[in-house]
């Protein structure tokens, strides 16, 4: 297993947040209040409100004055195939611009990630596998390390977990994202380039 990193208490009020939208314990337009995660989480108002203001803007929660805070409606169809065409291009351009720069240490991360990857689709683990998916691709976003970039790609990202159920077995994620981690070793970029917008779906 890797290492994983020190996260603040509001990032890790965020990753809780996120599994529990992707797994449905929170339903689409459900009401999301401050007081209730501050006793959830044993914190204050403070990272709850920090953590509830990063999910808005990646488009899991939606927040209207004299309202509240409730989890997003599912984008529609045609706005989900917009959403997975912007994907597609920031790291289709991403990779291009990193992909003589990964190195050594790089793939053993990515291959370390790959392996959480395999265990979790093996024990049928859902929402494990919604987590080291999104950590794989986020991988080659911060190589890239552009704030507007990774705010973009984490806003646009996040709507399309919202549905992920590309496949029936999910042993079918792992070995897609496999063969793209075989043509990054083999630094074979065009056919990086064409599998990695393949896996975008």
């Known amino acids: ?88 291009e920031i790291e289709f351009s991403t990779m291009k611009k990193i992909f003589s720069d990964l190195d050594e240490s790089d793939m053993e991360e990515l291959h370390l990630i790959l392996e959480d990857m395999k265990k979790s689709c093996e024990e049928k683990d859902v929402n494990t596998v919604f987590e080291i998916d999104f950590s794989f691709h986020e991988f080659f976003i911060k190589k890239y390390n552009d704030p507007h970039i990774s705010e973009l790609w984490h806003s646009i990202t996040s709507r399309m977990m919202m549905k992920y159920s590309r496949f029936d077995d999910l042993i079918e994620s792992y070995y897609e994202h496999k063969k793209l981690m075989d043509a990054i070793e083999s630094g074979d970029q065009k056919l990086t380039l064409k599998l990695l917008k393949e896996n975008i779906q």
């Open 1 to 88: 297993m890797r290492k994983s990193a020190v996260l603040t208490i509001p990032d890790q009020i965020v990753n809780q947040l996120r599994k529990d939208i992707y797994s449905g314990q929170y339903k689409t337009g459900e009401a999301i209040k401050e007081t209730d995660l501050s006793n959830r989480f044993g914190v204050s108002r403070g990272p709850v409100r920090h953590a509830l203001l990063q999910l808005t803007k990646e488009g899991l929660l939606e927040s209207k004055a004299n309202v509240g805070v409730k989890v997003a409606q599912q984008p529609k169809p045609e706005v989900f195939d917009l959403i997975v065409k912007l994907r597609q």
